[in-house]
Each structure stands twice: as C-alpha cells, then as structure tokens.
C-alpha cells in the first residue's frame, strides 16, 4: 500500500508539474515573460483555482475515477494528502488489498 502511495503522490507532483509548465508557457507566449520565472511548486497552494481543477480532472483521467465531485470533501493541501485522498479512492485490487 505504501508502495502505491509514492506513485500516486509522485504523480500527483508530475501533473501538478506539467499544468503549471503548461500554464507560464501560455502566459510567457502571451506576455512575453521570462519562463525562469516559473515559481517551485511545493504544494497545492502554488496552483491557482483553474490549474488546480486542471491537474484533478488529469488525474481523474490517469485513474479511471471520479474526483472533481468529491474534492469538496478534500481539505489536504500537500501532495501527500492528495495522494492519500486518491488512493483511498482507488479500486481496491488497485490500491493493492
């Protein structure tokens, strides 16, 4: 179960990743900003609210189940916690019971 744990939470990351890539990409192209100014991005809170359903609706695809209706119920805001969130989510040969 931990196992499966770290791949979600690093995938969760990788997603997080990509989107807020994607999204200075765009606004770099659009505004002619320096993309060396792509912020780290720690934790949930380093994604603005339309990046953040952006990476949930990924992540719903990646896993083949519903998220974006639940996330009302989510109050976590590390990577970790969205990990734990998803996993507790998956089908349960998935997650590894």
Not at 5 to 29: C, G, H, P, T, Y
């Amino acid at each position: 179960m931990a196992n499966v744990k770290k791949e979600v939470q690093d995938s969760v990351e990788r997603e997080a990743l990509k989107i807020l890539l994607f999204s200075n990409e765009e606004m770099a192209a659009n505004e002619m900003l320096d993309l060396g100014d792509i912020p780290e991005l720690t934790d949930l809170g380093g994604l603005d609210s339309f990046s953040y359903v952006l990476l949930v609706l990924a992540l719903e695809d990646k896993y083949g189940i519903p998220l974006l209706d639940e996330m009302a119920a989510f109050s976590g805001k590390t990577f970790a916690e969205l990990a734990d969130f998803i996993v507790e989510r998956l089908p349960k040969q998935e997650a590894g019971s």
